[in-house]
């Protein structure tokens, strides 16, 4: 089975903090996405990356950055944490282009961030 | 650029009887379409996904969604309800555009169904 891991399930953190939210794929996929879940609004696309060291922005990039520096891991980054971003934020991995299942996304558990 | 609607943010069904969750989609080229579920406390499943084939996709669990151009739509179907299909469920739309499309998804705002006894 395909392992989506995020780090971190449950995250407090104060406004103004660096933070840090960790997603690592086991499958060798391409593509990788970070999503923020927020009720009412489904999944709003942040960033996302179809190989290492690219990223492009998604829908809602502002306050956020990325980083793959391997093909597995895929990190997102609020520089200065601010209340708005709290949300349930969802790492998700596909094979990408060509290959069997290219657009059908495997989700991690997700990361619930809390910003006081 | 790709949209979809989720036509309702609630759905309440008693055990046995049938259920239907809406979703309309707006797309330039031909999209692939999917249903995710939701479960408390849980990831986001697939449940099943058009991709050009046949119109009438069937998922796990029993559900099954047909895709119809001339409505812009892909209702959810299953026939009879069960405790368990108490979740979240999002409709999303994929576009293929010849070029690459990255798995870029768009998802809908999500159906709350609720199943009672």
């Known amino acids: 089975d395909v392992k989506v891991t995020q780090s971190s399930r449950y995250l407090v953190k104060r406004t103004g903090e660096k933070v840090f939210l960790e997603c690592v794929q086991d499958m060798d996929h391409e593509n990788m996405f970070w999503y923020r879940q927020d009720p009412g609004l489904g999944l709003r696309l942040i960033y996302f990356?179809?190989?290492?060291?690219?990223?492009e922005k998604g829908d809602i990039p502002e306050g956020y950055s990325v980083s793959r520096e391997k093909k597995e891991r895929f990190s997102l980054i609020l520089e200065s944490a601010s209340t708005n971003q709290t949300s349930m934020y969802l790492c998700?991995?596909?094979?990408?282009?060509?290959?069997?299942?290219?657009?059908?996304?495997?989700f991690g558990a997700g990361s619930r961030l809390t910003v006081l | 650029a790709q949209s979809v609607t989720q036509l309702d943010s609630h759905v309440s069904v008693s055990e046995g009887t049938p259920v239907l969750l809406r979703c309309n989609y707006s797309?330039?080229?031909?999209?692939?379409l999917f249903w995710y579920v939701q479960h408390p406390n849980k990831g986001l499943q697939l449940l099943l996904k058009y991709t050009s084939a046949a119109t009438l996709v069937k998922g796990i669990n029993g559900f099954e969604a047909e895709f119809k151009k001339s409505e812009t739509s892909f209702h959810l179907t299953k026939p009879s309800a069960h405790m368990s299909d108490a979740a979240e469920y999002f409709c999303?739309?994929?576009?293929?555009?010849?070029?690459?499309?990255?798995?870029?998804?768009?998802f809908g705002q999500g159906t709350i169904l609720t199943v009672h006894p």
């Open positions: 999303v739309v994929s576009e293929v555009s010849g070029g690459t499309s990255y798995g870029k998804l768009t």
């Open positions: 990356s179809y190989d290492v060291k690219m990223k």
């Open positions: 998700a991995s596909n094979p990408g282009q060509g290959k069997s299942g290219a657009n059908v996304l495997t």
């Open positions: 797309s330039s080229y031909s999209p692939s």
